[in-house]
């Protein structure tokens, strides 16, 4: 049972490999009558795009797409939105020496025992090439939020040990796409990519923290018991490759708080119900309160790094490898549009799940 | 759009209010020919029941249960199995005077934003009673996963700001059901308690990390893209009441790891493929590599407290509010049996999902 | 996979052997602020109950139904509903001489081929004694669909050889229940009798056609491709036990008819859009276009006669075998509330797909 | 919510519009190690394509398919498998005068009614150009049959008063696609497409109904209550465009039999359980018993004939309307291979939720 498919009403089916003809996407679920801003959708298929900047890999992929399905005259029908995303600069022949041995803490062993076959060009399925197809339809679920006035903002946290030092009540969030590293706090992008720069110049790679802020949503997205607002977004930011944890509100800080400390009070504020604080990260009880939804997703280091590592081949051989190839020092800056999208495909879901949503 | 069900093959239905005659849960995908182990059932009952100690809620549950449906001389047919709990010593009247307000950092709140309706009786079906549903299904999971050799064990690993000192890997977990508050390491069992009771004596609550660690996994469970191992385990921990966050392997500290430090080495031990390090914590690329799956989940303070807190009403007026009832002090102990029976509920949907199973 | 769950918004699970203690269903996705009309309730599990006359079994089944969840003051909240139904005059042993034999035309070989273990009381899961979970689900639907002005008539087509002699535009489809064959033409009421009772007297069954008529359904209801209205309207008739055949509109007749005949051609009537005929069924293109919606469904005969017959055992020896116990001479009257319990979960899932529902 | 994806296992999603670039199709649960035989799928494809003989549309697609995704080296690795089917030969400007006019008995009005706007070329989603893609879907579920030694034949079995004389035990099941009505009965052949040819010289249209035989079905497949396998085989038959009616075994005709006649008598035949008749088409409680399955479809006459025909359109407006293009005088013989195509879906989805499939 593949588990390429996302969402309840706002369904979203991914395919295809790194280094097939095609990344594609197919929205079953969108309502008709949304206007389809293509424009809008290249930009963010460019944010996530590798060959930015000399901080990510210089696969060169321009990002060009078609919808193939499900509009006319640029107007959703109610019919399946498909987007093919091509693939181009697929330099297949790197891939030669990595047929029959396990990348460390790549997916490669775990394919070969699950499925018996592997596609290793570029990882094939497994690759992070996957997600164009995510921000793609993940783009196609902002422009129903904007039109829901909800905003979703995912930017880097942390690089290593660089990170934040304001709360982003104190940030410009509208300067994320102003530098390389999606920071808003100016002041603290110059040693993030400082950082990056010259662990890339080790050979090697480095983690980081995406935080998430949604504002504009409305009381009473998310289902109580299984489908609980936090548990749908944890779910698919921890589906993006590389992401080993999720955290909401006061999340992992919690466990050494006091309740007195811990709830959110409420209060009126000129006729608005709101809590004094926000460690609940915008969800009570699995539901969205009204409050900004806050949450954090930690991502591992790149597994491919540019250093010679031990292992073992299919023949169960130890051997060694070197990886080479075009490859990000960091996931951050590319990641940082990924979270957005899923974060936008949840809230999608949910609202028209909740017959709450204009269209 | 309901949510009340989880899983695609072993999939879980739960239905029920704190306050009603039952919580109950319906399992439809259970195979042939199980034999139902009605004593352990009643044995996970037992530790999530509160009451247990001192530390815990005093209302008493007895944890009957009934299997309505499903066996046949004790034994799965195939058919949907069907198990309600009576819900005993309810006294609603304690409730009364949460009719019409709206208690911090609960859901009394977004339920009534987003049904318009809500029952107030111990928090209807926001209770986390329901999870005694969750624990009924968690068990007949895991008298499947034990035929395949899989262990779920679920511990104690930090409450407030004590916490284990040594790894699971030093410490016995038969052990962790023999204390009152679920820890394996012995040392640690009487300050945790003793700081438990402190925080009681305040009239106040305290969170907490209960960290996870199954064995006997085979390659192969967790499927690539979406639904990836680690986030379905994501997902279902996360839907617990009072979880606010979710790490595996090397979770958040991954963030500030190099990856030639951070990737786990292959290598073989005496014919069996094993990784030197287990940062990934059991999956790689969504898909589980055969070591120990491992993770966290944290979970915040008890919202109930027994101090007089400010909030608002339904006619929007600040008001004060003193809860009162029985509730505990520390949700971690009785959350442990909580966090094994989700834990055990997505490995087995997805051990049937990718006909690995036995049986 | 169980397949014990049907529809997608409103989301209805059965469970419950015919000889377990309860038979139940849990409705998962019913909106909140449903008021619920337990009388309504009733009424129909005593139209579906058997006992009501000399030509249905004389199993007695009071047909009390206990709501567990889900309401608060007889109000919805949005939350799962589960009704449980007691199985009362379980003449269990009356099975003793069926348990390793398989009846002909039964599920008992099938079920024991698929799971190897069968509950042979009564048939236990693929006894019609499950339909009642589907009737009390449906009453549920029934009164959202009221709140919509759509009504759901299904009634006795045919019995064998007896069958209607007006279109259903010349009757009053409220004398439905006003007689022991749900036969809206009064004049072949007596004839409909009179030959079941013949045929009970031969100690043999009769199959039957039951027809449906929806009104008021709005323009829009139903999917474009695989989820049409007519096919999942098919799939819920065809999977109520011994349906043999479901057909829309003008149905097998349609392959008899031109095109210039069959065509639906689109008329004003005093500002409302008709067509001058009905042959599509009130559904065009899967999707329904405001005009009635008319299908009927065949069933074949009782599978439980009063007479010897041939068949084999367990051990698979040829035998011979009188079957015995309380059984209906013909299903249609009593299949014609379960007809309109699945037309109505189908409409009402239906309505909440598409937004277009009032409550 | 959509309704573009059918199965539960082996999923597939349909996309794309008649005058688009591409009509395409997803599958996600296919096995991984399936050789894929693109020579088959081709094969399929023309089977269903248009312009084959007189008696057909003369649209002239090529069908040329490419498989974008989830193979390698020719074998599938279980990542979804998407095929993309060009369009070719457009003449979207046949279609101009229908944009603002509603065909009798199409889906122009009833799309305009449920989405609020409407591809009108060539009927946009809504036209039988979608079926290709179930075509190639279906014959990669074909593949897997094939492997499991089930063989799935659909044929005419009638257009108009013209039908077989013949049981299918006493036809040639090979010789179907021999002749350009999909006919298996040599000696009917002829008649039928006289028949079809003097209807296209009257400018008109005329229905049929089609058979199915699917031989080598194990024992088991189809679970007992909502997801019966007759249920699931109406389902996905009644959601062929024109489709308007389905039955399985003795069908509407076991409406005037009774239970001594109908009931299948189970007999050893050489050591293998058989029933002596087979009323109940291979499915007993909706699980298959090892017999063939066999059931029918009535599909109506083509909507589009060569005749003035009076409607309304946008406007509210009565008009007349003379459609024109190229239609197929009678759609049986092209939709032979579109019920093929269901059924192999339903049976390898059912297949593999059994987990009784080889590979």
Redesign the interface.
């Known amino acids: ?6 969402g ?2 706002f ?1 979203v ?5 790194s280094h ?3 990344i ?1 996407v ?1 929205i ?2 969108c309502p ?2 949304l206007k389809i801003d293509e424009e809008f959708l290249k930009i963010k298929l460019q944010q996530r795009r590798p060959g930015q900047s000399e901080l990510t890999s210089s696969r060169d992929e321009s990002e060009l797409f ?1 919808i ?3 509009l ?1 005259d640029g ?1 959703s ?6 987007i093919l995303i091509p693939n181009e600069d697929n330099k297949s022949n790197d891939y030669d020496h990595l047929k029959n041995v ?1 990348r ?4 490669d ?3 070969e ?7 290793h060009k570029g990882g ?3 690759s992070a090439r ?1 997600t164009a197809a995510r921000v793609a339809a993940g783009s196609i679920a902002q422009m129903i939020l904007k039109l829901n006035e909800i905003n979703v903002y995912s930017y880097t946290q ?1 690089i ?2 660089v990170h934040l030092t304001k709360d982003y009540n104190q940030l410009d969030l509208t300067q994320i796409y102003n530098n390389k590293v999606r920071c808003p706090e100016v002041d603290v992008v110059q040693r993030m990519e400082d950082f990056i720069r010259e ?1 890339k110049e ?1 050979g ?6 995406i935080e998430t802020v949604v504002t504009g949503v409305p ?2 997205l ?7 607002l ?3 977004l ?3 930011i ?2 993006i ?1 590389a992401c ?17 400390v ?7 504020d000129n006729g608005v ?1 709101k ?1 004094l604080t926000n ?3 915008g ?8 409050m900004d939804i806050v949450f954090r997703a ?8 540019q ?1 010679t ?4 081949n299919s023949q ?1 051989e ?1 051997t060694s490898l070197l990886i080479g190839g075009r490859h990000d020092p960091c996931v951050i800056p590319r990641a940082v549009p990924i979270v957005e999208a899923m974060t936008a495909l949840v809230l999608c879901d949910h609202l028209l ?3 709450l949503c204009k269209i």
Chains 1, 2, 3, 4 share one sequence.
């Not at 080993?244 to 007195?260: D, L, R, Y």
């Open positions: 049972m593949g588990g390429n498919s996302f309840k009403v369904k089916t991914s395919f295809g490999e097939g003809p095609f594609g197919t079953d679920g008709a009558g078609q193939i399905s499900g006319y107007i029908t109610g019919t399946p939105i498909t396990y460390p803490s790549h997916a062993y775990t394919y025992g699950k499925y018996g076959i592997r596609d094939g399925r497994s996957e942390r290593g040990y662990i080790q090697d790679t480095v983690g980081g923290v009381v009473g998310g289902e109580p018991v299984f489908d609980k936090h548990a749908d944890g779910k698919a921890l589906s490759n080993k944890g999720f955290e909401i509100g006061s999340g992992f800080e919690s466990a050494n708080m006091v309740g007195s811990h709830n959110d009070v409420f209060i009126h119900v809590t460690h609940s990260g969800v009570q009880g699995g539901i969205s309160n009204g930690a991502f591992k280091p790149v597994s491919t790094i250093k590592q031990n292992t073992i169960n130890e799940r909740n017959r």
